[in-house]
């Protein structure tokens, strides 16, 4: 039988084979398609490439946020340090409760502490008579506390009453030195107003200390005393007290600018410490 030659495709390379027996077949495996399939391969293989790159991107890009987060808490951190030493501010009295405070007039006088409503919560009363005359009506609490440096106690009143004198007091321990801010001819507000009493206003007033600071408080009183004489209704709230930064020299220099001069005498001349120049 003559050969039987089978053609399948135009190859570059051909096998030789046999049909039954016979004489020898060519076959040879499709160009075309081998391309196809290595065309296919190298699509995944750069497919799976690109994928793990923009997951490598993705994984930077996440680092780098978690690394901005942690860098702007950093910051914040640091930035609110100086705060955080300072402390809080500290409740003293939220007068849920007057079981610590206690009543001192003075002869002729009359005073009575009673609990009372307030805004989201209670209030001390204090009722008052002076029947025409002087005196002083104390609501006395002990309170002992370490004072730093610097401070401010803060409390809100109104009041239905003519002007007396308020006076803030803190007396130390042993109960014979006191220091005070008095408010003379206080107009009592009929609306809630917080009053702050900051330690640069508070002075020595009197005892066997015979002057200096106050250091550690053993009691702090709330003293209305005759002003008018008459009588009338106070309510004191919210008693808080709040650490301060030391307060320090000043150190640096002042500097003057105006928005016009004469020649040879501009605004600087009027810090230069020269009683012969003048800002003109």
């Known amino acids: 039988m003559s050969p039987v030659n089978v053609n399948v495709h135009a190859c570059a390379s051909r096998s030789p084979g046999y049909v039954n027996g016979s004489g020898p077949v060519h076959v040879c ?17 750069r497919a799976q490439a690109r994928l793990a790159a923009a997951l490598a991107a993705l994984a930077v890009l996440a680092a780098l946020a978690v690394l901005a987060v942690l860098a702007v808490l950093a910051v914040l951190a640091v930035l609110a340090a100086p705060l955080a030493a300072q402390s809080p501010t500290r409740v003293l009295d939220d007068f849920r409760s007057l079981a610590a405070w206690s009543a001192h007039p003075s002869d002729g006088v009359t005073l009575r ?19 025409g005359g002087g005196g002083y009506a104390i609501a006395r609490r002990a309170l002992p506390l370490d004072l730093p440096p610097n401070y401010e106690f803060a409390f809100r009143v109104r009041g239905a009453a003519p002007p007396e004198n308020l006076e803030f007091k803190l007396v130390d321990p042993s109960g014979e030195n006191v220091w005070w801010l008095n408010r003379r001819d206080f107009r009592f507000p009929a609306e809630w107003r917080t009053l702050r009493t900051k330690k640069r206003q508070v002075e020595f007033a009197w005892g066997p200390a015979g002057g200096g600071e106050i250091e ?17 209704t106070v309510w004191i709230d919210d008693l808080t007290f709040t650490p301060l930064p030391p307060v320090t020299p000043y150190d640096l220099t002042p500097t003057a600018r105006a928005s016009s001069a004469r020649p040879a005498a501009d605004a ?13």
């Open 113 to 131: 502490i009673t609990p009372d409503s307030a805004a989201g919560g209670r209030a001390m009363r204090l009722d008052f008579d002076f029947h």
């Open 268 to 280: 600087a001349r009027a810090l230069d410490g020269d009683a012969a120049t003048a800002w003109r």
């Open 29 to 45: 495996a499709s160009r075309h398609t081998q391309a196809q399939a290595f065309t296919a391969r190298t699509s995944r293989v």
């Open 216 to 232: 550690r408080l053993g009691s702090l009183e709330i003293v209305v005393t005759a002003g008018s004489g008459g009588h009338g």
